[in-house]
């Protein structure tokens, strides 16, 4: 919070990466050194520990809490915080009701198979939704007070931006599934590609009632950011239980989707005034983008996979380039926000 008040995107960015990072570094350890779930449980929390007093260290370049000083606020904040804490577990329930059912009526072996492909649908949420939106909260924060109009405009870049990023993405890892489940989990684990290929398609409605929920919280619609969480949580229960009686693990899979792709519609007819953040031009752009890409990753499909993937990164950011996906803002804000704490970090201290 100390970064995100103070506008230091790019730390925000960095802390959550790097928090991901480790937890998934140190988990790997504790694995090949023959850990069971207590261990992982262990690591994980060690990693976010270890992360914890590493980014407090560089909060307090900013910031000198004092306890004393907020005798008092206690009872305020707790009480204008209840309805985001209750959003945020509907919210947490909905990610995760979907393997509750599916364990409850296919058992735990199936569920492992649909795990595998929930995993590359919840990461690339973590590694390129929650960040962009949440290094651009403070700024809607701000933009909200200047008037509606100012803050549609930001809502729609904020969207065209991540668009840019997780529609290639959802692309190529729905046309290479089998292989990149292969390549990270085994021969066995390959029938998950199927269900990848259907919730990848989820980063899409995902990031838009993303963005909108956020909108909702700095306009002060405390009453419909809760309802749209607790219907996702609904839709998705009621999705996955469909989809299973229709088609076993691809159903719960489509169920899914179905639930956030409901869910934007929900979001946009809650908050009307801001739901038009399609910028048209811009995606079409990136639709024929990612199209060019598509066709090298068809091509290269056999390939090895690293090469498919690197071959696949490189046709899209010329097409992107060349095309004028992103602006010259779009592309400081993203290499600020992304290298620049780093290079603040390693490029050597001046005297004053």
């Not at 994980?44 to 590493?54: E, K, P, R, S």
């Not at 599916?102 to 919840?122: D, E, P, Q, T």
């Not at 700024?139 to 909200?144: D, G």
Request: net charge positive; hydrophobic share 60%.
């Amino acid at each position: 919070m100390v970064f995100q008040t103070r506008e230091r995107f790019g730390l925000v960015t960095l802390y959550i990466l790097t928090n991901l990072c480790m937890s998934i570094g140190f988990g790997v350890v504790a694995l090949i050194l023959g850990a069971g779930v207590l261990g992982l449980a262990i690591a994980t929390v060690a990693a976010a520990g270890l992360n914890a007093v590493i980014f407090w260290a560089v909060a307090l370049r900013f910031a000198h809490p004092s306890f004393r000083d907020a005798r008092g606020l206690a009872k305020p904040l707790l009480l204008a915080a209840l309805p985001l804490g209750l959003a945020s577990y509907a919210q947490t329930a909905a990610f995760r009701v979907d393997n509750l059912l599916i364990a409850h009526r296919l058992g735990a072996k199936v569920l492992a198979l649909y795990g595998v492909a929930f995993m590359f649908y919840s990461s690339a949420v973590e590694l390129f939704f929650t960040p962009l939106i949440g290094v651009t909260y403070p700024l809607m924060a701000r933009v909200a007070q200047e008037g509606p109009n100012e803050l549609t405009r930001l809502l729609r870049r904020t969207y065209g931006l991540v668009l840019s990023i997780v529609v290639p993405i959802a692309a190529g890892t729905a046309l290479l599934a089998v292989p990149i489940v292969a390549l990270v989990f085994g021969a066995p684990y390959r029938s998950s590609a199927n269900v990848l290929r259907i919730l990848i398609v989820a980063l899409v409605p995902t990031a838009y009632w993303g963005t909108l929920t956020k909108a909702m919280i700095v306009r002060g619609r405390h009453g419909i950011y809760i309802a749209t969480f607790v219907t996702l949580l609904a839709f998705v229960a009621v999705g996955v239980w469909i989809g299973l009686s229709v088609h076993g693990l691809t159903g719960a899979a489509a169920g899914v989707l179905g639930a956030h792709v409901a869910t934007s519609v929900l979001a946009a007819v809650l908050l009307r005034d801001h739901a038009n953040i399609l910028d048209v031009p811009r995606i079409g752009k990136i639709l024929v983008a990612t199209a060019l890409m598509g066709l090298v990753t068809w091509v290269l499909r056999h390939a090895f996979l690293p090469l498919t993937v690197a071959a696949a990164v490189v046709t899209y950011g010329l097409a992107a380039l060349g095309l004028g996906i992103l602006d010259e803002y779009d592309r400081r804000a993203l290499i600020d926000g992304l290298l620049g704490p780093v290079q603040r970090v390693l490029r050597p201290s001046r005297s004053r």
